[in-house]
């Protein structure tokens, strides 16, 4: 578990410097260089990931149950899942409703993606992982909305051919990965008889 958690406060460490001191942080790029500050933080970011993984897995093996989800939370979170691709995909589609209505799809799919793991996972190791990252993805949000920055979309309006390709490449993503990435990359498959 300490390996989990190292990666953790690694992850947020990196990832909460524009929110806890982001005039240091404008001094570094400022210092460094854009482009050296992004190769370092990139680093970081990547070896927390691995420290993540790898203490995730460890700690899997030995964690204890905090509670047995009932059948159904699988199910359940498997639309969850399904609408945080949606919302990441939404991200990347410029002109889509998605991106402009939640202003901020990208976070909002983590917080979407640890709620669904929360209710379909009862392990302590559960627990600190993916209630780690839905705290972040909630404090982020909030810190978003508070600085009212500007939205993600140039401002030019909505179109359903935008949105339409948004929501097709989420479900696509989504139907990748739980029938193949996701059993292959974690080793649990959420719909087993539809694993390819």
């Given at each position: 578990m300490s390996i989990l958690i190292a990666g953790l406060v690694l992850f947020w460490g990196t990832h909460a410097l524009r929110m806890?001191?982001?005039a240091w942080r404008e001094r570094m790029m400022a210092r460094l260089g854009l482009a050296l500050w992004r190769v370092l933080v990139s680093i970081v970011s990547l070896l927390s990931v691995v420290l993540i993984c790898w203490g995730f897995v460890q700690a899997r093996?030995?964690?204890?149950?905090l509670w047995v989800p009932p059948f159904w939370t699988r199910y359940a979170a498997a639309l969850l899942m399904l609408l945080a691709f949606v919302l990441l995909a939404s991200y990347f589609v410029p002109r889509n409703a998605i991106k402009i209505r939640s202003r901020y799809p990208a976070t909002l799919s983590v917080a979407v993606w640890a709620w669904a793991h929360l209710l379909a996972n009862g392990k302590t190791v559960d627990m600190v992982l993916f209630g780690a990252f839905l705290a972040?993805?909630?404090?982020d949000l909030a810190v978003l909305r508070r600085q009212e920055r500007t939205r993600l979309d140039t401002g030019l309006p909505a179109t359903a051919l935008g949105t339409g390709l948004a929501i097709i490449a989420g479900v696509i993503g989504w139907a990748l990965f739980m029938l193949g990435?996701?059993?292959?990359?974690?080793?649990?498959?959420?719909f087993p008889s539809l694993t390819f």
């Open positions: 806890v001191v982001p093996l030995v964690a204890r149950f972040w993805a909630v404090w990435l996701h059993p292959w990359l974690m080793g649990v498959a959420p």
